[in-house]
């Protein structure tokens, strides 16, 4: 699936600004609530995951009283980078479980965003679902909970356990070599800029926030693309987000009042120009 300039700035931007804080890579479960025993068996399974690597693993029973738990549900699901789908009859005839979360999912997941990792929990026909291209767990489909097909209760949920470690590592070697390069991509997303290339640029910014969330460059520079793609709503988030994760940098605040300036919001843009004018002149004298 590719996008244009337009759909990546405006369709895709609430994926980046979804847990901006969170350190640690989010692994997400989804599953029935009549599977919950099961998940639960599981997870108990992947807790020295957590121990020994930089990984949350998360269901929506960590959700605290009083949370919108459908937000917070999907706010968790667009930040994972491994998507676990824990697959029964119980999940295949959920509305919830099946449009809201693994329909999310997959398509995170050609986005090149997450990875989805179904787990076949007992036997369905999960052939028909739209997940059944992928790579599924335990081997060849093999349900958990097919005793017949397994040693011990044991073996299915060492798999699993080493399989989702295998994914892990992966993952988490990627990241790494990809902070190692978030420098030059944005220095060469910046080139595209300057080439007028909004397309390939736009790409690269959003790499480098999703290696770094935290990224006031990447989105100080997202938002001088919106005001060329006349996309004036989207430039403002950008700007504002910049100006959040660096609040000293004077450039961030001009641009921003430049932005309502031309809305002709005259006392918002003079609000921001005596910022930018004062960090500008602390800067000055150091």
């Known amino acids: 699936m590719i996008f244009t300039c337009e759909q990546l700035l405006e369709n895709k931007i609430e994926l980046y600004f979804t ?14 609530q009549k599977d919950i025993k099961y998940l639960n068996k599981i997870r108990t399974d992947l807790i020295i995951l957590e121990r020994t690597l930089a990984i949350e693993i998360w269901c929506d029973g960590k959700i605290l ?34 449009n809201e979360e693994m329909n999310r999912a997959l ?20 052939q028909l679902a739209p997940f059944s291209n992928l790579e599924v767990i335990p081997e060849k ?28 590592q992966q993952k988490l070697k ?22 007028e290339n909004y397309d390939d640029a736009v790409k690269l910014l959003l790499k480098i926030i999703e290696i770094d969330k935290n990224s006031p460059e990447a989105f100080h520079e997202l938002g001088l693309i919106s005001i060329q793609m006349d996309q004036i709503n989207l430039a403002k988030k950008y700007l504002h987000k910049a100006v959040e994760l660096d ?12 932005v309502y300036n031309n809305e002709k919001k005259i006392e918002i843009a003079k609000k921001y120009y005596e910022i930018s004018l004062n960090l500008y002149k602390s800067r000055k004298k150091k």
């Not at 489909?141 to 892990?168: C, F, M």
């Not at 609040?247 to 430049?258: I, K, R, S, T």
């Open 174 to 195: 990627e990241v790494s070599i990809l902070n190692k390069n978030s420098s030059k991509l944005l220095e060469r997303a910046i080139d595209f800029k300057s080439d």
């Open 19 to 32: 847990d901006m804080k969170e350190k640690k890579m989010s692994v997400f479960f989804a599953y029935s």
């Open 141 to 168: 489909g093999t349900p958990i909970l097919d005793s017949k097909a397994w040693n011990n209760k044991r073996e299915p949920l060492v798999q699993i356990t080493k399989k989702i470690h295998e994914v892990i």
């Open 107 to 126: 398509e995170l997941h050609k986005m090149g965003k997450t990875t989805v990792l179904p787990i076949i929990l007992k036997d369905c026909c999960w």
């Open 247 to 258: 609040n000293q940098n004077f450039e961030y605040f001009y641009d921003l009042a430049e």
């Open 65 to 98: 009283p009083g949370e919108n738990w459908n937000k917070r549900i999907l706010d968790k699901l667009y930040a994972s980078k491994i998507i676990l789908l824990l697959i029964s009859q119980h999940f295949l005839a959920s509305d919830y479980c099946y």
